[in-house]
């Protein structure tokens, strides 16, 4: 077993499976098979690229790809390259791109060819020039001419990649920057550093005794923190990553089976869908050792049909916000004993990582009794220090508690209770964060771009429709909007926002139901669309 050592660099343990199995298979993506060797090849010839073009200001390199070989050997050649990555995803408003590229600092953005088409607004919209890497592009055609500012390295002059190493061993460098809905309307982003992810690496492969002949989904993009799991768990023991290709990702049954996939990790809302779709009959999925799931609530009807699907596998529900890298907790799942534990028709998020410390406080942050209600707060060698060039939102969120202010612990704004076996309940949150397919959504980001976009501020939005604590969507609602036109403005709303945060629907009322205290009644709005009231 590879010795455990929280400031080693996290490239290092693909590097190691690269030197020991060079001709295993790593990565299947796009329907092309890259070895050990081959990756390390490309991913050293684009750190070799960003070293040698003296970038050394920013500790952060942006990727902008999407299940490509480029999105992969691009976040391999930044961390070769000393620096952390930063995903950018082209399915999101370039808009949105193009502000998070700014709020980064980036100043070397690696170009997989499937972002090629909005590569031209994207420069556009730069006010600061960008050494572009293009390692899938031989002829820049268009961009060259029109684009003096920026310098561009396309396939033919990358460099041989030969002085690709693992990079400083330390602790508190970069390994990724993620950003998350914002509640001013603004990204926010989560700085992680390589000793969190570390952390979280170690543990997961002494867990589940990961090995070189395993086979891991890579269901998530890049730009959602689960998909760090997938990359950095694989590649630490030598085993193949198999990227889920597009039109897979929400009926992936056949997937695992062609490809014989043993580690499986996804959102629970993956499993409902294929259980909707009558795709899990008991033993579907013989290949499967390890299910895990994360980023949302996992109805306990779910992981009981996933067990029977998935005989030989165990059913692990994880827990954590991007704050705390990857996940925290874990809970495993017992077809005798779990329904029993369940809270609502919901597996607990059960027990710490090793290591890891947290807290249930009250509104004063002192702790409560088991048993009773609280938000979970967490501390430990996977907990971020705060967030990305926000020190008022880090004052804010990463605090000190009574009795235990030797560390900083951060609010989750979840709450939780903790039953007498130890495990910890997930209950809701605190404020009007929710998820949607996994992904965070504060619902104030979604009201500040309706705001704009309908010339009013008597908006509102609503998660709807919500089931086992999940939502599947957003609906919104609206006053006072002079010139109604709903196209338009669901128009403008997908030019910032990405798909999953667009309102499903907006509904125009006269007025605004309040309650007693003169705020917006999002519960009475919640009534009326459960009695069907509204055209």
């Given at each position: 077993?590879?010795?455990?050592?929280?400031?080693?660099?996290?490239?290092?343990?693909?590097?190691?499976?690269?030197?020991?199995?060079?001709?295993?298979?790593?990565?299947?993506?796009?329907?092309?098979?890259?070895?050990?060797?081959?990756?390390?090849?490309?991913?050293?010839?684009?750190?070799?690229?960003?070293?040698?073009?003296?970038?050394?200001?920013?500790?952060?390199?942006?990727?902008?790809?999407?299940?490509?070989?480029?999105?992969?050997?691009?976040?391999?050649?930044?961390?070769?390259?000393?620096?952390?990555?930063?995903?950018?995803?082209p399915k999101f408003p370039l808009?949105?791109?193009?502000r998070m590229l700014a709020l980064a600092g980036c100043t070397v953005l690696i170009v997989g060819r499937e972002c090629l088409g909005q590569l031209s607004g994207l420069l556009g919209s730069a006010d600061f020039p960008l050494t572009l890497i293009l390692p899938e592009v031989f002829d820049l055609g268009e961009f060259l001419p029109s684009r003096?500012?920026?310098?561009?390295?396309?396939?033919?002059?990358?460099?041989?990649?030969?002085?690709?190493?693992?990079?400083?061993?330390?602790?508190?460098?970069?390994a990724y920057l993620l950003f998350t809905s914002g509640s001013t309307g603004v990204p926010k982003g989560v700085p992680i550093n390589q000793g969190n992810v570390r952390s979280y690496v170690d543990y997961i492969c002494r867990r589940y005794d990961v090995n070189e002949h395993d086979r891991f989904s890579q269901q998530f993009d890049l730009t959602f923190d689960l998909s760090a799991h997938d990359l950095f768990v694989c590649w630490e023991r030598g085993a193949c990553l198999y990227c889920v290709p597009e039109h897979s990702l929400m009926a992936p049954a056949k997937f695992i089976r062609d490809h014989q996939v043993t580690m499986w990790f996804s959102v629970p809302s993956v499993a409902g869908l294929l259980e909707k779709m009558r795709l899990l009959p008991p033993g579907c999925f013989p290949s499967l050792r390890c299910s895990l799931f994360c980023g949302e609530p996992l109805p306990a009807a779910y992981a009981a049909s996933w067990?029977?699907?998935a005989p030989n596998s165990i059913v692990d529900n994880l827990y954590g916000p991007t704050e705390a890298t990857i996940a925290i907790t874990h809970y495993r799942w017992n077809s005798q004993k779990s329904p029993g534990e369940c809270l609502n028709g919901i597996v607990p998020i059960g027990q710490m990582f090793e290591g890891q410390q947290f807290r249930i406080t009250d509104s004063r942050g002192e702790s409560v009794p088991i048993g009773e209600v609280g938000e979970?707060?967490?501390?430990?060698?996977?907990?971020?220090?705060?967030?990305?060039?926000?020190?008022?939102?880090?004052?804010?969120?990463?605090?000190?508690?009574?009795?235990?202010?030797?560390?900083?612990?951060?609010?989750?704004?979840?709450?939780?209770?903790?039953?007498?076996?130890?495990?910890?309940?997930?209950?809701?949150?605190?404020?009007?964060?929710?998820?949607?397919?996994?992904?965070?959504?504060?619902?104030?980001?979604?009201?500040?771009?309706?705001?704009?976009?309908?010339?009013?501020?008597q908006v509102v939005s609503v998660p709807w429709p919500v089931n086992s604590g999940t939502a599947e969507?957003?609906?919104?609602?609206?006053?006072?909007?002079?010139?109604?036109?709903?196209?338009?403005?669901?128009?403008?709303?997908?030019?910032?926002?990405?798909?999953?945060?667009?309102?499903?629907?907006?509904y125009l009322l006269d007025e605004l139901p309040l309650n007693s205290n003169q705020k917006i009644d999002r519960g009475e709005l919640r009534k009326l669309l459960l009695e069907g009231a509204l055209a």
């Open positions: 077993m590879t010795k455990q050592n929280s400031s080693r660099s996290l490239i290092r343990g693909f590097l190691e499976s690269a030197e020991r199995f060079p001709d295993r298979t790593a990565l299947v993506v796009d329907g092309e098979s890259l070895t050990y060797s081959s990756l390390r090849r490309l991913a050293g010839r684009i750190a070799s690229a960003i070293a040698e073009n003296g970038h050394t200001r920013s500790p952060l390199v942006a990727v902008w790809a999407h299940r490509s070989q480029t999105a992969y050997a691009g976040i391999l050649g930044s961390l070769g390259a000393g620096k952390g990555y930063v995903p950018l995803n808009e949105r791109t193009c003096p500012n920026h310098r561009f390295i396309t396939a033919g002059q990358l460099p041989s990649g030969e002085s690709f190493s693992s990079g400083e061993d330390s602790a508190s460098a970069s067990q029977e699907a979970l707060c967490l501390s430990g060698s996977q907990v971020a220090a705060g967030y990305w060039n926000d020190p008022a939102k880090t004052r804010q969120q990463f605090v000190r508690l009574p009795g235990a202010r030797e560390r900083i612990w951060y609010r989750t704004g979840d709450l939780v209770q903790r039953d007498e076996a130890g495990n910890l309940c997930y209950l809701g949150r605190v404020d009007h964060q929710i998820k949607i397919r996994g992904y965070r959504v504060e619902l104030q980001e979604i009201e500040a771009v309706l705001r704009h976009a309908c010339g009013t501020e969507g957003v609906v919104a609602f609206v006053s006072g909007v002079k010139g109604f036109d709903q196209a338009r403005i669901l128009a403008n709303c997908g030019d910032v926002l990405p798909d999953y945060m667009v309102p499903k629907k907006i």
